[in-house]
């Protein structure tokens, strides 16, 4: 019994930690968003320093693309022709991104949005953990610019 109530008072707790997205939440994910690390379904990480491509997503009304960036040294972006049409869908408590193009569709779970982090999961079980990205914009004695 004692452990029957354990594990209540634990799934309990496993659930209510997890953030509720709304609506309203779905306009932080247009912008850059740089990749920092995946987490295999069965815990192992590849962490990611540095990336020749970032994601961009452009949402309004639950619809939009995400394209594939290049940053460039003078702060702007080279624009790939990869892109995905995307569909935010609310699934109860849940809210996945529907992803299309003429080839595939599938779909991710995001887990965990802010202002500056981006946790999404697949089919599969493997979590990308982005965080929020501008340009890298150098002047020409190596500083960064502000």
Same mark, same amino acid.
């Given at each position: 019994?004692?452990?029957?109530?354990?594990?209540?008072?634990?799934?309990?707790?496993?659930?209510?930690?997890?953030?509720?997205?709304?609506?309203?939440?779905?306009?932080?994910?247009?912008?850059?968003?740089?990749?920092?690390?995946?987490?295999?379904?069965?815990?192992?990480?590849?962490?990611?320093?540095?990336?020749?491509?970032?994601?961009?997503?452009?949402?309004?009304?639950?619809?939009?693309?995400?394209?594939?960036?290049?940053?460039?040294?003078?702060?702007?972006?080279?624009?790939?022709?990869?892109?995905?049409?995307?569909?935010?869908?609310?699934?109860?408590?849940?809210?996945?991104?529907?992803?299309?193009?003429?080839?595939?569709?599938?779909?991710?779970?995001?887990?965990?949005?802010?202002?500056?982090?981006?946790?999404?999961?697949?089919?599969?079980?493997?979590?990308?953990?982005?965080?929020?990205? +501008?340009?890298?914009?150098?002047?020409?004695? +190596?500083?960064?610019?502000?």
């Amino acid at each position: 019994m004692r452990n029957t109530f354990m594990i209540l008072v634990l799934s309990f707790l496993f659930v209510s930690c997890k953030q509720e997205i709304k609506p309203d939440d779905i306009t932080k994910l247009n912008g850059y968003w740089e990749i920092e690390k995946v987490v295999f379904d069965k815990g192992e990480e590849k962490d990611y320093k540095m990336n020749e491509t970032f994601d961009f997503f452009q949402i309004k009304n639950n619809k939009g693309v995400r394209t594939k960036v290049m940053p460039q040294f003078d702060g702007t972006f080279l624009t790939t022709d990869t892109f995905e049409n995307v569909s935010v869908r609310f699934a109860g408590e849940q809210v996945f991104l529907d992803y299309k193009t003429k080839y595939a569709k599938w779909s991710e779970e995001i887990i965990s949005l802010s202002d500056d982090k981006l946790v999404v999961k697949n089919p599969q079980k493997i979590e990308y953990h982005y965080k929020k990205a +501008g340009p890298v914009n150098l002047l020409d004695d +190596g500083e960064k610019t502000k």
